[in-house]
């Protein structure tokens, strides 16, 4: 009887053992998953129940709220912290005989990364959290009874929602695939990204973070590379689209040498095609983001030593809108993005990257200050119509 027992405690203990370490395992491969949409259940807490007898008034049903807080940049934490996807929030304490005013329901906060926009299930957009300390009530608690609703508590408000990320970065990188963004991100930061000689070696985007000898810091965001079509949901960089959003600057990272999806496949892009595609694919899906600054970086000289490629890809550019004439009329765009700057690099040797960096900086700040004038401006036009209406609204008593 012993020995059986025995073995049964080293059954069940290597049984334990075992799925621990898987869920080990689990979890981290679970924190590797990037997500960036995440439905959610939430519900408000009920009001408590009043007390006809003597008056007594239920207390208020506990809100569900979402905060936007720092040190994320997608939605698996919430998911793992949360794995059921429900968030009620505490219902109100009831009135009684010696407590007349029942307590309110304990409030139920969600921390959430910054960047998220929260939708309704008919589509319709709730709330924009940008900022770090931002809160939204996504639910709000039910009223506790009172006369006016004979005692009896209300019900909390009660949906499901869909929390979508957009990244939140400086920079965004926009490009086809085994262009070398992976490869530049990792040339000027200290982000880690998959780097190899195939396509869509990014299949999630992945932040990295330039820092300047002054501590400045500048956050670049690196989307998996588009395809021909990403607009409408061709390849893996149409549902990161949505990332570039809010970037404050574009940078686009071309092959000198084009593109090719396939080894074997005949259809082959050039550096100037692919440029004009990236432009069109972009018009697409969103026609502002024509509108945000914009570089161009000509990546891979280190295969190009007497400079003929680059060159002839510079000529090109600016030779536009004339050398559109080579491009097929259903692949040129109604707008043409521009550049502010024309770089010619190799992330892989890391040859003219410092110069890039301080470019980079550079037009951030300048595109800042034009945003702060632009405020400003607007800001003293908003207060002179004011003054300007309170002058025509004034009258006298007689």
């Known amino acids: 009887m012993f020995i059986t027992l025995r073995i049964a405690f080293c059954r069940s203990y290597c049984t334990r053992a075992v799925k621990q370490n898987i869920t080990k395992k689990d979890s981290k491969e679970f924190k590797k998953r990037f997500f960036d949409t995440l439905r959610i259940y939430v519900k408000g807490g009920s009001g408590g129940q009043g007390y006809p007898k003597y008056g007594g008034v239920g207390g208020k049903g506990g809100d569900v709220t979402l905060r936007c807080v720092g040190g994320s940049s997608h939605l698996a934490k919430v998911k793992e912290k949360y794995p059921e996807k429900r968030f009620i929030a505490q219902t109100g304490k009831n009135s009684g005989k010696r407590h007349l005013l029942g307590d309110n329901g304990e409030n139920l906060t969600v921390e959430v990364p910054a960047g998220i926009i929260v939708r309704s299930d008919e589509g319709r957009e709730l709330a924009d959290l ?43 990188l926009v490009g086809f695939p085994n262009a070398g963004k992976s490869t530049f991100l990792s040339a000027i930061s200290r982000a880690n990204p998959k780097v190899a000689s195939y396509p869509f070696t990014t299949l999630k985007p992945q932040i990295g973070t330039m ?27 149409h549902k990161f689209l949505r990332h570039i959003e809010r970037t ?133 036009e908003t207060a002179h119509i004011i003054e300007k209406s309170k002058e025509h609204s004034k009258w006298k008593l007689v």
């Open 130 to 172: 940008n900022k770090e300390g931002q809160e939204f009530v996504v639910a709000k608690g039910g009223i506790g009874g009172h006369p006016g609703n004979n005692f009896l508590g209300k019900s909390g408000e009660r949906k499901s929602v869909t929390l979508v990320l957009k990244l939140i970065a400086d920079i965004g």
């Open 248 to 380: 404050k600057l574009l940078l686009f990272m071309v092959d000198l040498f084009g593109f090719q999806l396939k080894p074997h496949t005949t259809l082959h892009r050039t550096a100037f095609e692919t440029i004009i595609l990236l432009n069109k694919e972009l018009e697409l899906y969103k026609e502002e983001l024509l509108d945000k600054p914009a570089v161009l970086a000509l990546n891979k000289i280190d295969c190009d030593p007497e400079g003929k490629a680059a060159e002839e890809v510079l000529q090109k550019i600016k030779n536009l809108p004339d050398s559109l004439s080579e491009i097929p009329e259903e692949l040129r765009p109604q707008r043409l993005v521009k550049f502010d700057e024309i770089f010619v690099i190799s992330a892989k040797d890391q040859k003219g990257t410092d110069n890039m960096k301080l470019k980079l900086r550079q037009l951030l700040d300048v595109y800042a200050d034009q945003r702060n004038t632009e405020l400003m401006l607007q800001m003293k």
């Open 211 to 237: 820092v300047y000898n002054d501590h400045r810091q500048i956050t670049v965001a690196d989307l998996p590379g588009l395809i021909e079509g990403a607009h409408v949901n061709y390849g893996l960089g």
